[in-house]
């Protein structure tokens, strides 16, 4: 099926470092999500954007939804060994309730 | 429950024969979606419900695959004659409703079934 294009696909980072990640499409989506999926659960929402342009933070994570519609990125600043795990973007086509997950990106983070 | 549950969580099967997964939404939840996620992928959208309807099966990878609700709750995914490639995790998601365009309501995600075709 379909998938958007993410990267990086894994990181290792040290404990307090910040992070980025983004995603890419050749398709233009009216929605943005960013999930984390930890081993065995079920993807957990962490923000959803709307606007393209739009800038949304929640707590240390922040995502953006990029001007073009066709990409958003995410960051977490000072890391911290719980925010290890799977973080996927999620786009949603105009027009269709379908949503398009990313290929992930895996982040382990160095204690 | 306060969340989505999906059972069984592992299913180990024959190829060739059929399974059926279940997921059972939040309850009022009038939004439902089942993706697959293949080992160290994202989700692949199957297919989703707007009450007991289901108004874009385009997800659905063949004709071995169908899924139905019922009472606005419950709904199963069906594999019939389960091939090698089936193996993965089906994840059910739920929301109050569907939106297109406008804002999306939450989908909260149940644990997913590991399906394992021997």
């Known amino acids: 099926g379909q998938q958007l294009n993410q990267s990086p696909q894994s990181m290792f980072i040290q404990e307090g470092e910040d992070v980025s990640m983004n995603c890419t499409s050749s398709s233009i989506f009216n929605t943005w999500l960013w999930y984390k999926q930890d081993p065995g659960e079920g993807p957990v929402l962490l923000i959803a954007?709307?606007?393209?342009?739009e800038l949304t933070s929640n707590g240390r994570l922040t995502a953006q939804f990029g001007i073009t519609r066709k990409d958003s990125f995410l960051n977490i600043s000072a890391s911290i060994p719980s925010d290890v795990g799977i973080y996927f973007c999620a786009g949603q086509l105009g027009g269709t309730y379908k949503y398009i997950f990313g290929t992930g990106t895996r982040l382990k983070v160095l204690a | 429950g306060a969340g989505v549950s999906q059972s069984p969580s592992n299913k180990v099967t024959e190829k060739g024969k059929d399974v059926e997964l279940r997921c059972d939404p939040i309850?009022?939840?009038?939004?439902l979606y089942w993706y697959r996620q293949r080992l160290g992928q994202g989700l692949e959208f199957l297919i989703y419900?707007?009450?007991?309807?289901?108004?874009?099966k385009s997800g659905l990878p063949s004709d071995r695959f169908s899924a139905e609700r019922t009472g606005e709750s419950v709904s199963t995914l069906t594999i019939q004659r389960t091939q090698q490639e089936d193996s993965a995790v089906y994840l059910c998601?739920?929301?109050?409703?569907?939106?297109?365009?406008?804002?999306?309501?939450?989908?909260?995600f149940g644990p997913g079934t590991r399906l394992t075709v021997l």
């Open positions: 419900f707007q009450g007991n309807s289901a108004p874009d």
């Open positions: 954007l709307y606007k393209a342009g």
């Open positions: 998601a739920s929301s109050l409703r569907v939106s297109s365009g406008g804002r999306t309501d939450t989908q909260y």
């Open positions: 309850s009022g939840h009038t939004a």
